[in-house]
């Protein structure tokens, strides 16, 4: 069972436009968000993350919303530019445990210069 | 964060053998983790290991099979026995930041194929 689902395996967008990655959960119980990117032939890079006490959190031009009662969150990429071109992972935990996280299987975003 | 490095970053091996997987932290942590990523799937954790204690291991997952080691706070190993072609995958590494565990950090993977 997937509790944690990036249903678009792929995403293509001009240079300079938003990016909007889209993960959506099941498990109610999940109170922490994370966004990771991974380039080839790298470990996963931790980028941004949100607590369920909050609907938006900013960092520079990475944006993440969480919609609780719809259990979906995106991350938001605005300019967006040729070197954000990844896969992207959408994770998720419960604080308090034994910090497991878990995984979407990821969205390969392509900007376009 | 901290800094991770794995070895070997790749190896090919025939079945039936084993390859053990080493992860190097420059900081001391006490949680480390080890995921598999199988190919076009999401990262699954396979074990958390704490220096000092036996690993626990995920569904699915069992000791015989992926022997850990953590033998102090900057250090673990990975073994994945008896190898089959159904084991190819990049396997990573990573820790948690500390104290709270929010976030974790991973290290680059080791990527296995098994012929």
């Known amino acids: 069972d997937q509790q944690v689902k990036q249903n678009s395996p792929s995403l293509s967008v001009q240079e300079g436009r938003i990016s909007i990655l889209n993960c959506d959960y099941t498990?109610?119980?999940?109170?922490?968000f994370l966004w990771y990117k991974k380039y080839p032939a790298e470990g996963p890079t931790f980028l941004i993350s949100?607590?369920?006490?909050?609907d938006k959190n900013e960092d520079g031009r990475f944006t993440v919303f969480l919609n609780k009662s719809a259990k979906h969150l995106s991350l938001h990429i605005v300019p967006s530019q040729p070197g954000d071109s990844a896969v992207y992972f959408c994770?998720?935990?419960?604080?308090?445990?034994?910090?497991?996280?878990?995984f979407g299987k990821g969205i390969t975003l392509s900007v376009r210069p | 964060s901290a800094v991770i490095s794995q070895k070997p970053s790749r190896d090919i091996c025939q079945r039936g053998t084993s390859l053990t997987i080493q992860c190097q932290v420059d900081?001391?942590?006490?949680?480390m983790f080890w995921y598999r990523q199988q190919p076009g799937q999401s990262l699954t954790l396979i074990a958390t290991?704490?220096?000092?204690?036996?690993?626990?291991?995920e569904s699915g997952f069992v000791i015989d099979k992926f022997p850990i080691s953590r033998p102090n706070l900057t250090f673990s190993t990975l073994t994945v026995s008896n190898m089959s072609p159904e084991d190819s995958s990049i396997y990573l590494c990573?820790?948690?930041?500390?104290?709270?565990?929010?976030?974790?950090?991973f290290g680059p993977g080791t990527r296995l194929t098994v012929t």
């Open positions: 990573s820790v948690g930041s500390e104290p709270q565990y929010y976030e974790q950090y």
């Open positions: 498990n109610s119980m999940f109170d922490y």
């Open positions: 949100i607590s369920s006490i909050k």
């Open positions: 994770a998720a935990k419960v604080t308090g445990a034994n910090s497991k996280l878990t």
């Open positions: 900081s001391q942590v006490t949680m």
């Open positions: 290991a704490n220096q000092g204690s036996e690993a626990t291991y």
